[in-house]
């Protein structure tokens, strides 16, 4: 028996020890296969480590945009459910921490015992979730919590609210630009997510492998939060004054759409950008911003309608939105005609009120003509038939070559998201008429931007130089380090220097003695050009007026260009309406950027300023006679005071001055139709897309 047994143990110890030089063999020859075998069914875990989306800054280095850190509370339901005695004290300190319905919370953990992810709140600062994190990882307070963890993420703050809505734009949750320059310089904004991994090891023990986030870029923009401020406060103040304030418009906000670009002309910097009405870049898709619609009438919305209002409100009327530019244009064109050679700026033209061409005849705003009209007062007065005579002195090649120059029809490419199209929208010789050509060279018949007019007017007043337009100067590493620098681009010569000076001249003398004198700010000079476009269809009262101005006059530093579409008022060709916002804005952003008064204050002009608050109110005691102060007064139309070229027939009744032509009534300051609907381009037609001046309705 004894020696049966000894044989078994033997043969047991030898087998024992064949296994045991197998399994060193084994481990010695594919041990590391094996060991990925087996760690690749052990138990991963795997957290996403999110990365922070860049800061968008202006020109001074104030945060537009940033990205701060959130967390979103996670409830592992698996977890507690197998943790003895952790049900009712996690969900007591949920309740006590978070406010969280215990019945609920304890309902969904035993009902749902195979979730691990359970996001009941979300985006949470650091302060709300602290008292939770103290007692989770106090031993004395924890009293058995299991299961709950925080998950990071990042979201994006607007810190100014509705400022440069705009031109910021705004983001989706997952990080998606949308808009502006978030959409624009989506990818630069953007990081690459880590990732930590982690597995259990046989021991228990916890091995992590970790690959950490990249962060996104952040861009410098030429935008000056405080000369941004100074134009969405006149702008917004304009348009509430005007609000209902048209008997068939009660109710509707004081234009359709408001545009304002400030713009550096010596280097294609956007210094301020902005429309009408705005919306809150914190809450982005609310309609009840600026009193746009009731609570009643967005509920009454359909999904279709609720987004078409959305998207009519995110559209950054100063470069997706086009208009026929009107009058501003006199300049492009009179620019052309004298860098072309067609004329030489010594000539006279005669206009009566109208000239016909092509078989239309073509009014002038002044429909009692401005008589003998040299080539700057043709400009100053803003005088059609001159304009029109200086197109046929051109012809339609060369107008339509200088229009190219300018840009009409092409992008800007401008460094925002959503810029229009214009390339149908603008005349080719090949299919201008006769009329076409008329009515071109006063801004009426095609379309543009209004990026694409500040661009192309900076090119008259700066010696010629088409610049690119920009938003952004600088990209930045998330270290701070610079990664790139947007240096000035000119893209074309427009016109030469010496007609560029001419020009100047011409601008400056609208200001001084013509239709513009009302832009012009307190104890400055500057030049300028006034618009009154209108639209079509032609006839029905509506327009789009505007002034483009710059300061100083003999040195441009700053553009200014103000649009206005359909001003709410019961006649609305008159510029002035923009050209008050222009004044106001220029009035606080020149001392600012360190352009100094040159000319004298009146008393009308220190009385203003002291009611902007731009100078201090005890100096009312410098009145001349001790008076009470009068505000500045201001002209309509434009062709303020100007003298008729016919004898003037005036209606008894009325006041009103009579077309001897056609027997309308006219003002008599203006010399203009007292009916707004009255026409002066007799229905001419002009290129319009279905996209045109899109409003909100």
């Known amino acids: 028996m004894r020696k049966k047994l000894a044989v078994l143990f033997v043969a047991v110890l030898l087998a024992f020890v064949a296994l045991s030089v197998r399994l ?64 009712e004290p996690t969900v007591a300190a949920l309740h006590e921490c978070f406010g969280l319905d215990e019945i609920e919370m304890r309902n969904y953990i035993t009902s749902h015992k195979d979730s691990r992810y359970y996001k009941p709140l979300k985006r949470l600062s650091y302060e709300k979730i602290e008292p939770f994190v103290k007692k989770q990882n106090d031993p004395t307070l924890n009293q058995g919590i299991a299961g709950i963890w925080f998950e990071e993420e990042y979201r994006r703050v607007y810190p100014y609210g509705p400022l440069a ?21 989506n990818e630069t904004l953007n990081g690459l997510n880590g990732r930590e991994y982690g597995y259990l090891t046989d021991n228990e023990d916890l091995e992590r492998s970790t690959i950490g986030a990249k962060d996104g870029q952040t861009i410098v923009t030429t935008i000056d939060a405080n000369i941004q401020a100074v134009v969405e406060k006149y702008m917004t103040k304009w348009n509430r004054e005007h609000e209902g304030q048209y008997a068939f418009r009660t109710g509707e906000l004081g234009s359709k759409n408001t545009g304002v670009i400030v713009m ?5 910097e956007i210094l301020a950008m902005a429309s009408y009405p705005r919306f809150d870049l914190s809450d982005p898709r609310s309609l009840s911003e600026n009193g746009l619609y009731t609570s009643e009438e967005i509920a009454a919305m359909d999904e279709e309608t609720y987004y078409k209002n959305l998207n009519n409100i995110w559209r950054n009327f100063c470069i997706s939105d086009t208009y026929e530019p009107g009058s501003t244009a006199k300049s492009l064109t009179i620019a052309a005609a004298l860098d072309s050679g067609a004329i030489n700026g010594n000539e006279v033209y005669y206009c009566d009120g ?21 080539v700057p007062y043709a400009l100053e007065q803003s005088c059609n038939v001159a304009l029109m005579h200086i197109g046929q002195a051109m012809g339609k090649e060369t107008m339509a070559k200088y229009l190219e120059n300018y840009n009409m029809g092409l992008k800007t490419n401008i460094d925002l998201s959503g810029e229009a199209r214009t390339d149908t929208l603008v005349y080719n010789a090949a299919d201008m008429v006769s009329s076409d050509l008329a009515i071109s060279t006063f801004g009426q018949g095609y379309n543009c931007t209004m990026i694409q007019m500040a661009s192309a007017f900076s090119s008259v007043i700066n010696g010629g130089y088409y610049y ?47 239709t513009g004198k009302t832009a012009v700010p307190a104890g400055y000079k500057i030049g300028g050009k006034t618009g009154t476009a209108e639209m079509y269809p ?36 008159h510029s002035t309406f923009a050209q008050e916002i222009t004044r106001n804005i220029f009035n606080e952003i020149l001392p600012y950027l360190q352009i100094f008064r040159t000319e004298e204050l009146t008393d009308e002009e220190r009385a203003e300023l002291m009611e902007l608050g731009i100078i201090p109110q005890p100096m009312i ?14 002209s309509v139309g434009e062709g303020e005071g100007v003298n008729p070229a016919v004898n003037v027939t005036t209606d008894p009744a009325t006041g009103n001055v009579i077309d001897p032509k056609t027997g309308i009534a006219l003002d008599p300051t203006t010399y203009e139709p007292v009916d707004p609907t009255v026409s002066d381009l007799d229905n001419i037609g002009a290129l319009i897309d279905e996209e045109s001046n899109i409003s909100i309705e």
């Open 24 to 87: 060193i063999m084994i481990n010695k020859e594919n041990g590391d296969n094996y060991k990925k075998q087996i760690l690749s069914q052990q138990n991963y875990v795997s957290t996403v480590l999110p990365f922070k989306r860049g800061d968008i800054l202006d020109s001074q280095g104030s945060k537009l945009a940033y990205s701060e850190k959130v967390y979103n509370l996670v409830v592992d339901s698996n977890l507690i459910n197998a943790t003895e005695g952790a049900l």
């Open 165 to 185: 809505s705009d031109v910021i734009g705004f983001t989706t949750d997952d990080n998606i630009g949308t808009f502006g320059l978030e959409g624009y310089y």
């Open 264 to 268: 550096d002309p010596n280097n294609g």
């Open 354 to 374: 109208s000239l016909e061409v092509g078989g239309h005849n073509i009014h002038c705003h002044n429909r009692l003509g401005h008589g003998q009209v040299s």
């Open 468 to 514: 690119q337009p920009h938003v952004v100067k600088e990209v930045r590493n998330s270290d701070g380090t610079v990664a790139r620098k947007v240096e000035p681009r000119v893209l074309k010569q427009t016109i030469s220097e010496t007609t560029s000076d001419r020009m100047r001249e011409y601008l400056n003398g609208v200001t001084v003695s013509g």
């Open 538 to 573: 032609r006839g029905t009262g509506n327009y789009v007026v505007s002034f483009i101005g710059y300061a100083p006059a003999d040195d441009p530093q700053v553009v200014v260009y103000v649009v206005i579409d359909r001003p709410n008022t019961d006649s609305q060709p």
């Open 621 to 634: 005691e410098n009145a001349s006679d001790g008076s009470e102060l009068e505000t500045v007064e201001t």
